[in-house]
């Protein structure tokens, strides 16, 4: 079993910054690839950016160039720093991991609102 835990939501103007912190805890040697995900009030859970299992990182097009994903080697952290924040990046932002055979871990999430 993998724990995550997600930390640094907040309430932020828009343009202003963020960095979101997830740590891994329990098998994370298990962990395959590595991403964010957010959901907005009345909308699906969207993918934002991901790291896979070969380092290479994706990222939704709504956030490319504002937003940047990383990884500690070891799985046992992954970070989200967004920058130039915008009213409709408002969400839960959640914390996953996949393992190879496809099987999910989540966080709670936390909440990131935008005021513009």
């Known amino acids: 079993q993998v724990q995550l835990v997600e930390s640094g939501g907040g309430l932020v103007q828009a343009g202003g910054s963020l960095r979101l912190s997830c740590l891994a805890s329990g098998s994370t040697f298990t962990i395959y690839t590595q991403g964010w995900y957010r959901q907005a009030p009345g909308k699906q859970r969207e993918l934002v950016a991901s790291?896979?299992?070969?380092?290479?990182?994706n990222y939704a097009d709504s956030v490319k160039g504002r937003f940047t994903i990383t990884s500690e080697k070891a799985k046992t952290a992954l970070y989200l720093q967004m920058n130039s924040l915008k009213p409709e990046d408002t969400a839960v932002y959640y914390c996953n991991g996949r393992r190879r055979g496809g099987m999910n871990y989540w966080g709670n999430g936390t909440l990131v609102t935008v005021s513009s």
């Open positions: 790291i896979g299992s070969d380092g290479s990182v």
